[in-house]
């Protein structure tokens, strides 16, 4: 976890979050990495990333979940990320009920 944008209590700064909502839309790939550097219970597999990209609608996709696990600061990430229309718009798949999100981004052949 990247402390510099964590509070004591591991919840993200305002700092951080106002990052995750202003960031550039050129460079979806770092606001992931952010996302998963800052993420509570990352480690304990609410984070994951598929390691094979998927073939699907005429492109390659990395897919990435995001499962909340109820931590507050977890929704608060999420909640920025909507805010950045463009990025979540690009990027945001499906979601479930109890705080599952995917999110599919388009790669490289």
């Known amino acids: 976890m990247n402390a510099e944008w964590l ?12 990052k995750i909502t202003k ?13 998963e550097d800052i993420w509570f219970f990352a480690e304990d597999g609410y984070l994951w990333r598929d390691k094979e990209p998927l073939e699907e609608f005429g492109g390659v996709y990395q897919i990435w979940n ?33 705080g599952h999100h995917q999110f599919r981004l388009k790669v490289e052949k």
Not at 7 to 18: C, I, S
């Open 7 to 18: 509070d004591g209590d591991g919840y993200p700064t305002d700092e951080a979050l106002e």
């Open 66 to 98: 995001l499962s909340t696990a109820g931590w507050s600061g977890n929704e608060s990430i999420i909640d920025a990320m909507k805010q950045n229309f463009i990025i979540w718009s690009q990027t945001a798949y499906s979601w479930k009920r109890g």
């Open 23 to 35: 960031w550039p839309w050129e460079d979806i790939p770092g606001l992931f990495k952010f996302v």
